[in-house]
């Protein structure tokens, strides 16, 4: 039996080999780290280049989670960046700091003893 490269699974991915995700995020994604290690996991976790069927890296059936996993968050963090980046609508302008409030006047809770 022949396989040839059009047998290959198709990547359902904005990214290829040829053309993996950059290790800068792209502009309006603010998760800087979040994004580096999902670009690195993606690159990583590749189908296998002589028959593409398992991940190179943890030998799974591909896609395996974690290339999943990354593509899923890259996908997240562009269309997020997309929607809500520096040419999006930003209204947390008006957000306070969310700030702990302690108070000294807190009753004592009474505890029941079980029996
Ligand atoms: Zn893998």
Known sequence: MQLTRTQQPRMHSAYTRQNPPSYEPPAGVE???GWQLAAQTWREHLPDDLLGLECETCH???P???WE???D???GSRAYAAHDGPDGPEQ???LLPITPVFTTSTPAIPRHRAG
């Open 60 to 62: 799974r059936t591909w």
């Open 92 to 94: 947390e302008d008006d």
């Open 69 to 71: 996993i990354a593509e």
């Open 64 to 66: 395996c989670d974690a």
């Open 31 to 33: 998760e800087t780290i």
């Open 73 to 75: 968050l890259l996908n």
